[in-house]
């Protein structure tokens, strides 16, 4: 009897013992299920303690601004300002991260020798792609020059950050294909840091300074007339309408009360071809029998836009008196040459210049030598940004 309570007490002892292991199996593993998430994949390999830290802004907002006006004549400081910038958003990501000065290290080290070469170009030429620089006068003329200027940094920046973020992250940090779980206060994806911490305050600044910019350019913009000797061909010209419509409304307790229609149209006419006092080069080679005209990329030379009030009927709360028309006919001058750009008219314009340069000058080259040929080619851009760069260097 006694050998058989000696069993029994052992054996409830272990159930005990097992029941205590089955709880604390699961109270632990309820603990790690509860921990932040990760940012990379599965399984966790590697835990972050994130720290509080300030932003260091690396670009100063005139010089940026200064650049992203004039892309191609800066384009040596364009590449330094895409560095600078990711840079720094590099730095402050990996230290809110609570990374180690090693890891901070291997950061930069894996930017600078892989992203940053090919990043540079991507940034240059979308900038190119979405400034229209051939329009700066006009913008300037609608206080806009330095702010179309700054939105279309902060669009590009914000497309490349996270991309960039992430693949240096999953490079760098020393885990096997697994999870980076982190703790701490505050907690943010490194994406979301790169973005709202860093980014967002460098363009809020840039905002600041280009709004006294626009305003100072558009205020001294023609104190004087202005007279230049000019050399164009232009080989294309589009010819456009556009309308813009608006009705504003005033409504109380959900019934309208009043209503105000504006109609706003205007005609665009814009021609696209060379400026040759910005580059004209002809060059003669005897041994390959061979005439080269080089001319500069075509641009837009000129856009004349002509806006009109079609109509405006004003409510008797005159809510028309909210409308800004100056930023209404800027949006029509921006869509006619969005449209024009789009339209493959570039490639158009060169085209014409080559049967153009043949007309005028081929029978002049077979006058020198029957066996001579005519041969039409275009500027590179960005040889023609890196002379622009060294003439600015060189003055």
Not at 20 to 32: C, E, G, T
Not at 207 to 225: N, P, V, Y
Request: net charge negative; proline share 4%; aromatic share 8%.
């Amino acid at each position: 009897m006694a050998v058989n309570m000696q069993k029994a007490n052992k054996i409830g002892r272990i159930l005990i013992l097992l029941l205590l292991i089955a709880i604390a199996v699961i109270v632990v593993s309820r603990h790690y299920s509860s921990r932040p998430g990760s940012f990379l994949g599965e399984p966790r390999e590697y835990e972050l303690n994130y720290m509080p830290a300030d932003y260091e802004l690396a670009v100063d907002p005139d010089d940026a601004i200064a650049i992203a006006s004039n892309p191609q004549r800066y384009r040596r400081e364009f590449d330094q300002m895409v560095y600078d910038i990711n840079v720094s958003v590099l730095r402050h990501v990996s230290t809110r991260m609570g990374l180690s000065d090693s890891l901070q290290n291997a950061v930069l080290q894996e930017y600078e020798t892989n992203h940053h070469p090919y990043l540079k170009t991507l940034y240059f030429n979308d900038f190119v792609r979405l400034r229209d620089t051939t329009a700066n006068m006009y913008e300037s003329w609608y206080e806009n020059e330095s702010g179309s200027a700054t939105k279309v940094l902060e669009e590009i920046t914000s497309k490349y950050t996270c991309y960039l973020i992430n693949q240096i992250m999953a490079t760098v940090i020393p885990t096997q294909g697994g999870t980076v779980f982190a703790k701490g206060s505050d907690l943010e994806t490194p994406c979301g840091i790169a973005l709202n911490e860093a980014l967002g305050p460098m363009i809020e600044r840039m905002e600041e300074r280009a709004a006294i910019e626009d305003f100072s350019r558009s205020r001294g913009l023609l104190q004087e007339k202005v007279e230049r000797v000019i050399a164009e061909l232009a080989t294309m010209e589009v010819r456009d309408k556009k309308g813009i419509n608006k009705q504003m409304q005033t409504r109380i307790w959900g019934m309208n009360v009043s209503s105000s229609d504006l109609e706003i149209t205007a005609i665009s006419i814009l021609k696209v071809g060379f400026r040759l006092n910005d580059y004209f080069d002809v060059k003669l080679n005897p041994k390959a029998n061979l005439v080269t005209i080089t001319l500069p990329e075509p641009m837009i030379l000129s856009h004349e836009v002509y806006p009109k009030i079609e109509k405006l009927d004003i409510g008797w709360l005159r809510e028309v008196e909210s409308v800004n028309f100056n930023e209404s006919f800027n949006s029509l001058r921006k869509e006619f040459r969005r449209e024009a750009v789009e339209s493959n008219i570039m490639n158009r314009s060169e085209q014409q210049a080559i049967e153009l340069m043949n007309t005028m000058f081929g029978p002049l080259v077979k006058s020198i030598n029957n066996r001579y040929e005519l041969k039409v080619v275009f500027r590179d851009v960005p040889a023609a940004a890196e002379e622009l760069a060294d003439d600015y260097l060189r003055d």
